[in-house]
């Protein structure tokens, strides 16, 4: 396991787009001020840096993973691994421990600019949503979000191991993170005789961190589930996810 870890932070560490995200994030989350002008909610979603991390976490995720699969070099890596399984949970681990960096880049960066009243200053310790301070409340959002993207990691893994190429995965990727609320909420006004499933599908999950955390008096509405059923059903489908990933990962041919 520790060598089959070793190669896959070797691999991150050494694309360029790896070291090019936070610059990315940076500018997108600089953006914000412009669309949204109340300073405590700017603080509390981050500055937007939750789609942002996603967006960078499918490149740099289905590059990391799918492109081998183009290459064929998953075959040194199942020749030296002592099973499949041990290459799987590695560029899991990996990818996710990329992804708690990039939150903990975002959140510094949300300190940062609030000292900089970049977007307006907020005061951390004023009671806010939740009955929690701002300063909480902005924590929270940031673990909530951590939590979040391991349906997208899990969807990720998966679509991988279904497809095999890289642009179709990262382009379906997109379309999930960036539609997929659309659709849930979509299915959910056509057909609200089906209200009671069709809203534990998982496209409703991706509403939980940025629409829902930061805005629930309007998105509950459209999610018809709470906080807590949101981030239930997103653990269970990114637990679903990995798992489908695996069993398909296994029984790959190369």
Same mark, same amino acid.
């Given at each position: ?15 360029? @787009? ?6 990315? +994030?940076?500018?997108?989350? &600089? ?14 979603a ?14 740099v995720?289905? #590059? ?6 183009? %290459? $064929?070099?998953? @075959? ?5 691994a ?23 880049? /975002? ?9 900089? /009243?970049i977007?307006? %200053? ?8 939740? %009955? ?10 940031? #673990? +909530? ?17 279904? &497809?095999? $190429?890289? /642009? ?6 997109? +379309? ?14 056509e ?24 805005n ?11 906080? =807590?059923?949101?981030?239930? =059903? #997103?653990?269970?489908?990114a637990?679903?996810?990995?798992? &489908?990933? $695996? ?8």
């Amino acid at each position: 396991m520790q060598a089959a870890l070793s190669q896959e932070y070797y691999k991150l560490l050494h694309q360029k @787009l790896t070291w090019f995200a936070p610059g990315i +994030i940076v500018g997108l989350m &600089l953006l914000m001020p412009l669309t949204f002008n109340d300073p405590n909610w700017l603080v509390m979603a981050n500055f937007g840096s939750s789609q942002w991390i996603l967006l960078v976490l499918i490149i740099v995720g289905a #590059t990391f993973f799918s492109m081998e699969f183009q %290459h $064929n070099t998953s @075959l040194t890596l199942l020749y030296k691994a002592p099973n499949r399984r041990t290459i799987y949970l590695a560029k899991f681990v990996v990818l996710f421990g990329y992804n708690i960096t990039l939150h903990l880049f /975002a959140l510094g960066l949300t300190i940062l600019f609030n000292t900089l /009243a970049i977007g307006g %200053h907020a005061n951390w310790l004023i009671p806010y949503q939740y %009955h929690q301070s701002l300063l909480m409340n902005t924590i929270m959002t940031a #673990t +909530i979000d951590l939590e979040m993207s391991l349906i997208l990691i899990g969807c990720l893994f998966l679509l991988t191991c279904l &497809l095999t $190429n890289n /642009a179709v995965v990262v382009t379906t990727s997109i +379309i999930i993170v960036f539609m997929g609320q659309a659709l849930s909420s979509m299915l959910l006004h056509e057909h609200p005789q089906f209200g009671s499933w069709l809203r534990w599908n998982p496209f409703n999950m991706l509403n939980l961190t940025f629409f829902q955390y930061a805005n629930y008096p309007v998105y509950h509405k459209l999610t018809q589930l709470t906080n =807590g059923q949101l981030l239930l =059903g #997103t653990l269970g489908y990114a637990v679903l996810f990995l798992w &489908l990933g $695996n069993w398909r990962f296994n029984r790959r041919h190369f």
